[in-house]
């Protein structure tokens, strides 16, 4: 398996999201932000409690995830940490959900 790049663009990841084999998405921003606006599908795993949390990713070791935030920033750190954690396809959203709604899903809330 290549290693891929430690970002994915909104638009390759819709692409793999609407694929027969769609990654595991994970939001890391926090609750409150998770309910101004979310993906569908992701599964909220805040930065700010992923490390007493790792347990619920067991079994996605060898998976594709996807891990968003507001604007790139969380998820970059997210995704590089959860490769030192043996997540080794783990990569982060370009710009976040933010770029997401630009680019992909202009009905989306911005905030």
């Not at 940490?81 to 710009?95: F, I, K, M």
Request: proline letters at 6%; charged letters at 20%.
């Amino acid at each position: 398996m290549p290693d891929l790049p430690l970002e994915i663009s909104c638009t390759d990841a819709r692409r793999l999201l609407d694929g027969d084999e769609a990654p595991l998405l994970i939001d890391c921003r926090e609750p409150h932000e998770y309910a101004i606006v979310a993906l569908p599908g992701a599964t909220l795993l805040p930065m700010s409690t992923i490390t007493s949390r790792l347990g619920e990713l067991q079994g996605h070791e060898r998976a594709r995830i996807i891990v968003y935030c507001h604007l790139g920033v969380r998820s970059q750190h997210v995704a590089s940490w959860l490769r030192q954690q043996g997540y080794a396809q783990a990569q982060s959203l370009t710009g976040g959900i933010d770029a997401w709604a630009i680019e992909i899903d202009s009905v989306l809330p911005r905030y």
